[in-house]
């Protein structure tokens, strides 16, 4: 079993839509937790931290479900520019960080 | 701003040759990290390092070497390249701790081994 899974995708959704993207890890000693986008050929960057509480950043909305070992990410009004893989990231503190992605999620917005 | 720079950014080899990848940041960040991206994959780490002087394998470290030259450069060696190496490779960086959760990613290095 995957350390990290996601749900497969691709995800083809029209411009305006909510769409919501699903993670889940196993390793319930798992420190923090993010999403990361990917834009094609090009190198991931944070998109958002995820907190227990959970936490919005705009259009973005994130969910963390610790004792399910759950996290979502829901994107809200989609843009063009939101196309892009969305990576979930589990960190696993030890002695030092180990971050593990999961394979990712990618998603068209269409017009 | 560089933040992490790495070479090459393309680079094609013949099975058995060996090569360098280069990989610095100026964030003055403890931890360094290589990964390397096949579609449908993820990013899988190869190795790290916590701090300098110190690197450790990841999950996939087989044919790999790594140094840690000082605290701003990692460099990831393949001694003898094989098809299997075909690759995205990505060098990262985090100023570590138990709160910092942010990796910080160079622009990604394609490796084609014939």
């Known amino acids: 079993r995957k350390e990290v899974e996601q749900d497969p995708g691709p995800f083809n959704v029209p411009e305006g839509a909510t769409v919501a993207f699903n993670c889940t890890y196993s390793?319930?000693?798992?420190?923090?937790f993010f999403w990361y986008r990917q834009d094609c050929r090009k190198e991931p960057k944070l998109l958002m931290s995820v907190y227990s509480s959970g936490n919005e950043d705009g259009r973005f909305t994130a969910q963390l479900n610790r004792a399910s070992q759950y996290i979502s990410l829901l994107i809200r009004d989609s843009k063009l520019s939101d196309s892009a893989t969305y990576l979930c990231v589990v960190n696993e503190v030890f002695h030092g960080q180990n971050f593990v992605f999961g394979p990712g999620t990618r998603l068209s917005v269409l017009p | 701003n560089a933040g992490v720079t790495q070479t090459p950014k393309f680079q094609v080899l013949k099975t058995g040759q060996s090569m360098t990848l280069q990989c610095a940041q100026d964030?003055?960040?403890?931890?360094m990290y290589w990964y390397r991206q096949d579609p449908g994959m993820g990013l899988r780490l190869i190795y790290y390092?916590?701090?300098?002087?110190?690197?450790d394998k990841g999950e996939v470290p087989n044919g790999y070497n790594v140094s840690r030259l000082n605290k701003r450069e990692f460099s990831l060696r393949l001694e003898s390249a094989a098809p299997s190496q075909t690759s995205v490779y990505f060098c990262?960086?985090?100023?570590?701790?138990?709160?910092?959760?942010?990796?910080?990613f160079g622009e990604g290095s394609r490796l084609t081994v014939l």
């Open positions: 964030m003055n960040h403890n931890s």
């Open positions: 390793n319930s000693a798992s420190q923090s």
């Open positions: 990262a960086s985090s100023g570590g701790g138990r709160d910092t959760g942010e990796l910080f």
């Open positions: 390092s916590a701090s300098e002087g110190t690197t």
